[in-house]
């Protein structure tokens, strides 16, 4: 059990941290407790790979505990530096990045899973690896790609789209995430109707919702993006060109009301704005659940007659910008049947689940398939559960360590991750 | 001596006059009656309640016990044929089955046959088994004539009835007895049996000039009829071909032209195809990647 504790006097910007670093044998994997004492923040200062002799270094995660190497992590948290290498390994998000980059954009479970394992490690997967790809070669003259994420329920659709949206604010895009468009199509108790335009319909509470989340995100923009058109508001209020982003977002904020109007005025700004020559930015409008802008909605108006989707302000303005006659960004959505209405519960496919009316407006569009979890993949998920036992009492079974419980975990599962996901929450 | 038999021929008079005691005649307890010098009147149950017949809180007296299901007594080799002769609802002590029917409750299982109702209310086929079937035709086989022995072969059956008419049947359990299916009949007739060539020839000319006549609504015909996809004029095509405009793919240029080149390309014709696919045949992992490709070729990713 011969084991070594060399102290790498690693340059950090944090002076207050020591990392001490511990090098393991892959085959004779050992548990060593580490001195440190304080919280590390993970923001690697070099990337390292995996060499060839099978050594691994791992630095401490967010918290003072212990740390094993694992086969199935990897130091590379940019996922702008990540590649196929990667393929199958988790990587973690650092914690000052979670709550600016996904306010609102994860899934629930996953969320809940962040909170207890106390970080939040994402798997590198081919769908998102081949979306960032594209992401970096695309030429951003050209009229804006639209990017399809496809797959049966609970392959990882949501995830895949989360890491490209995380790779995207690495880069320094505007992040226009909209994180279930279904949202805005049902559920929704207040519809007033649009002062802007007679025949439509705003949503007041969805629209600041997500005006707060926008904010949150992109703070860093909003002071830099000046309006370019004057808007009016009621007769006593309008903000004035040249004024900056953020006045418009803290006013759609306050005041509720107008949130929809100010939702919309945001987003023709940017994708006016988006790819210009001066102060241009990049643009990355992420989209889940897209297929619920171009179905039926569950909301009436007050003669019971259905509202049909153009109807409503918010989702009018979202498809414009998901047309492609704007450029200097990107259009990444999922498709998803969990909060679809009217569609069968083994629909997956684009077409069935956009419909006709959907397809083409998306047409031509790149689809990604994101299937289920291959061998590779389930080995990494099933170590990572396995990991957590140690630390956080995750996999506790003891059947579960065994070849036949993986065995079992394979077959019950058919490496559906969120299935998986499921299973081992109550092991 | 006397006043036993008297008491015992009055007691038997009473078996049959029930009124004068007070006792129901039909012993339902099987107890049998000692004509004894004390009248063992099982009437003392009554205590003096008027007769009620059969309804009323003690009728345990009126009341046969049930005896076990009849599944109990049956051996593997019956004939089930006199279980289930003719068309009845369904009878849980009858059927040796052990089926389930119903909406399971919370963390159950579909209720059991015993006092099931919903395995009664359906229609079902148990007096239908092969062997009634065999049964019933044995029975009608008296009443049938026999098959003609000249029409030995399948050409002779054409030669001589050279007009078929096809219906189906349908047996089904549901809602409703009816199919619609059922109403489709076919009437199959081959041509070469046909004697009146010249009319047949006169019929098909006449169709085929009726069908080149348009009515004045057929050209209200929108998308949403057409029987196929046609890429040309579709939101498909017109998506594209602004994009590839955009794009400045084609290089300068103006109008008609343009679009002409930009439709002679490789890449949008397996686009159009790819499309096209989809549309008509449905969607598939296959006509996806295929569909990705065409995309990712013309947009030069």
């Given at each position: 059990?011969?084991?070594?504790?060399?102290?790498?006097?690693?340059?950090?910007?944090?002076?207050?941290?020591?990392?001490?670093?511990?090098?393991?044998?892959?085959?004779?994997?050992?548990?060593?407790?580490?001195?440190?004492?304080?919280?590390?923040?993970?923001?690697?200062?070099?990337?390292?790979?995996?060499?060839?002799?099978?050594?691994?270094?791992?630095?401490?995660?967010?918290?003072?505990?212990?740390?094993?190497?694992?086969?199935?992590?990897t130091?590379e948290?940019?996922p702008a530096c990540q590649s196929e290498q990667h393929l199958g390994q988790?990587y973690?998000?650092?914690?000052?990045?979670?709550?600016?980059?996904?306010?609102?954009?994860?899934?629930?479970?996953?969320?809940?899973?962040?909170?207890?394992?106390?970080?939040?490690?994402v798997m590198v997967r081919q769908p998102a690896l081949e979306l960032i790809s594209h992401l970096k070669?695309?030429?951003?003259?050209?009229?804006?790609?639209?990017?399809?994420?496809?797959?049966?329920?609970?392959?990882?659709?949501?995830?895949s789209?989360?890491h490209a949206?995380?790779y995207?604010?690495?880069?320094?895009?505007?992040?226009?995430?909209?994180?279930?468009?279904?949202?805005?199509?049902?559920?929704?108790?207040?519809?007033?109707?649009?002062?802007?335009?007679?025949?439509?319909?705003?949503?007041?509470?969805?629209?600041?919702?997500?005006?707060?989340?926008?904010?949150?995100?992109?703070?860093?923009?909003?002071?830099?993006?000046?309006?370019?058109?004057?808007?009016?508001?009621?007769?006593?209020?309008?903000?004035?060109?040249?004024?900056?982003?953020?006045?418009?977002?803290?006013?759609?904020?306050?005041?509720?009301?107008?949130?929809?109007?100010?939702?919309?005025?945001?987003?023709?700004?940017?994708?006016?704005?988006?790819?210009?020559?001066?102060?241009?930015?990049?643009?990355?409008?992420?989209?889940?659940?897209?297929?619920?802008?171009?179905?039926?909605?569950?909301?009436?108006?007050?003669?019971?007659?259905?509202?049909?989707?153009?109807?409503?302000?918010?989702?009018?303005?979202?498809?414009?910008?998901?047309?492609?006659?704007?450029?200097?960004?990107?259009?990444?959505?999922?498709?998803?049947?969990?909060?679809?209405?009217?569609?069968?519960?083994?629909?997956?496919?684009?077409?069935?689940?956009?419909?006709?009316?959907?397809?083409?407006?998306?047409?031509?569009?790149?689809?990604v398939?994101v299937?289920?979890?291959?061998?590779?993949e389930?080995?990494?998920?099933?170590?990572?559960?396995?990991?957590?036992?140690?630390?956080?009492?995750?996999?506790?079974?003891?059947?579960?360590?065994?070849?036949?419980?993986?065995?079992?975990?394979?077959?019950?599962?058919?490496?559906?991750?969120?299935?998986?996901?499921?299973?081992?929450?109550?092991? | 001596?006397?006043?036993?038999?008297?008491?015992?021929?009055?007691?038997?008079?009473?078996?049959?006059?029930?009124?004068?005691?007070?006792?129901?005649?039909?012993?339902?307890?099987?107890?049998?009656?000692?004509?004894?010098?004390?009248?063992?009147?099982?009437?003392?149950?009554?205590?003096?309640?008027?007769?009620?017949?059969?309804?009323?809180?003690?009728?345990?007296?009126?009341?046969?016990?049930?005896?076990?299901?009849?599944?109990?007594?049956?051996?593997?080799?019956?004939?089930?044929?006199?279980?289930?002769?003719?068309?009845?609802?369904?009878?849980?002590?009858?059927?040796?089955?052990?089926?389930?029917?119903?909406?399971?409750?919370?963390?159950?299982?579909?209720?059991?046959?015993?006092?099931?109702?919903?395995?009664?209310?359906?229609?079902?086929?148990?007096?239908?088994?092969?062997?009634?079937?065999?049964?019933?035709?044995?029975?009608?086989?008296?009443?049938?004539?026999?098959?003609?022995?000249?029409?030995?072969?399948?050409?002779?059956?054409?030669?001589?009835?050279?007009?078929?008419?096809?219906?189906?049947?349908?047996?089904?359990?549901?809602?409703?007895?009816?199919?619609?299916?059922?109403?489709?009949?076919?009437?199959?007739?081959?041509?070469?049996?046909?004697?009146?060539?010249?009319?047949?020839?006169?019929?098909?000319?006449?169709?085929?000039?009726?069908?080149?006549?348009?009515?004045?609504?057929?050209?209200?015909?929108?998308?949403?009829?057409?029987?196929?996809?046609?890429?040309?004029?579709?939101?498909?095509?017109?998506?594209?071909?602004?994009?590839?405009?955009?794009?400045?793919?084609?290089?300068?240029?103006?109008?008609?032209?343009?679009?002409?080149?930009?439709?002679?390309?490789?890449?949008?014709?397996?686009?159009?195809?790819?499309?096209?696919?989809?549309?008509?045949?449905?969607?598939?992992?296959?006509?996806?990647?295929?569909?990705?490709?065409?995309?990712?070729?013309?947009?030069?990713?």
């Open positions: 059990m011969a084991y070594l504790l060399p102290s790498l006097p690693y340059p950090t910007s944090f002076a207050n941290t020591v990392y001490i670093l511990f090098f393991y044998c892959i085959i004779d994997c050992m548990f060593v407790y580490s001195m440190c004492n304080s919280v590390c923040v993970v923001a690697q200062v070099r990337p390292l790979h995996g060499s060839g002799c099978g050594q691994q270094q791992e630095a401490v995660g967010m918290e003072t505990r212990p740390e094993t190497v694992s086969i199935f992590r130091q948290n940019d988790y973690t998000v650092p914690a000052s990045h979670f709550h600016t980059v996904f306010p609102h954009g994860l899934p629930p479970r996953y969320q809940q899973q962040v909170k207890t394992f106390n970080e939040g490690c070669r695309a030429d951003y003259i050209n009229p804006t790609l639209r990017y399809l994420l496809y797959g049966v329920k609970g392959s990882g659709k949501t995830m789209l989360c949206v995380h995207c604010s690495t880069q320094g895009w505007l992040v226009l995430h909209i994180p279930d468009a279904h949202l805005w199509v049902k559920n929704c108790k207040e519809l007033l109707p649009s002062s802007y335009h007679a025949s439509r319909f705003d949503q007041p509470i969805q629209a600041s919702n997500w005006l707060r989340n926008f904010r949150t995100t992109n703070e860093h923009f909003l002071s830099k993006i000046k309006l370019r058109q004057r808007y009016v508001w009621t007769k006593r209020e309008s903000t004035e060109e040249g004024r900056p982003l953020g006045e418009l977002v803290d006013m759609g904020v306050s005041r509720v009301k107008s949130s929809s109007d100010v939702v919309g005025a945001v987003l023709k700004e940017l994708r006016l704005q988006a790819g210009g020559t001066e102060g241009g930015f990049r643009l990355a409008v992420a989209v889940d659940g897209v297929n619920g802008l171009w179905g039926r909605t569950t909301l009436k108006k007050e003669d019971k007659s259905p509202v049909a989707p153009e109807e409503l302000t918010l989702v009018h303005n979202l498809r414009k910008m998901i047309n492609n006659d704007w450029c200097g960004g990107a259009v990444i959505a999922t498709l998803s049947q969990t909060g679809s209405l009217y569609a069968p519960s083994s629909a997956y496919l684009p077409q069935e689940l956009l419909g006709e009316e959907g397809f083409d407006s998306m047409d031509p569009f790149i689809p398939p299937s289920l979890y291959s061998e590779k389930f080995e990494s998920c099933y170590l990572y559960y396995l990991d957590h036992i140690h630390f956080h009492h995750w996999l506790q079974h003891p059947h579960s360590q065994t070849e036949e419980g993986k065995k079992e975990l394979i077959f019950l599962s058919n490496r559906n991750p969120s299935v998986l996901e499921r299973l081992c929450a109550f092991l | 001596m006397a006043a036993h038999t008297l008491k015992k021929s009055i007691w038997s008079i009473g078996r049959i006059h029930c009124h004068v005691y007070g006792v129901n005649v039909r012993n339902p307890l099987n107890r049998a009656t000692y004509a004894t010098a004390l009248s063992t009147n099982h009437s003392s149950q009554n205590k003096g309640f008027p007769d009620r017949g059969n309804r009323g809180p003690f009728n345990r007296r009126s009341r046969r016990e049930a005896g076990d299901p009849r599944t109990d007594r049956m051996p593997v080799d019956q004939d089930w044929t006199t279980v289930y002769p003719t068309a009845t609802p369904f009878r849980q002590g009858s059927v040796p089955l052990p089926v389930r029917m119903g909406f399971p409750v919370k963390k159950g299982v579909p209720p059991e046959k015993k006092g099931n109702l919903e395995l009664i209310k359906i229609p079902n086929f148990l007096h239908l088994t092969p062997l009634a079937i065999k049964k019933h035709c044995e029975a009608l086989k008296p009443f049938c004539t026999e098959w003609p022995s000249a029409l030995d072969t399948g050409a002779k059956c054409d030669e001589h009835f050279p007009i078929k008419v096809e219906s189906k049947d349908y047996v089904s359990a549901g809602t409703s007895l009816r199919n619609p299916s059922a109403r489709i009949v076919h009437l199959r007739v081959s041509l070469s049996a046909c004697v009146n060539y010249d009319y047949a020839m006169y019929l098909l000319t006449v169709l085929y000039h009726e069908s080149w006549k348009m009515e004045a609504w057929e050209s209200e015909k929108t998308v949403a009829d057409m029987e196929e996809y046609s890429w040309e004029d579709s939101p498909s095509q017109k998506n594209i071909m602004s994009t590839l405009v955009r794009m400045q793919v084609a290089g300068e240029g103006e109008g008609e032209a343009v679009r002409e080149e930009l439709l002679g390309r490789p890449e949008v014709q397996e686009y159009r195809d790819s499309v096209t696919r989809l549309k008509n045949e449905g969607e598939s992992e296959s006509s996806m990647h295929q569909y990705r490709d065409a995309v990712k070729k013309l947009l030069n990713l």
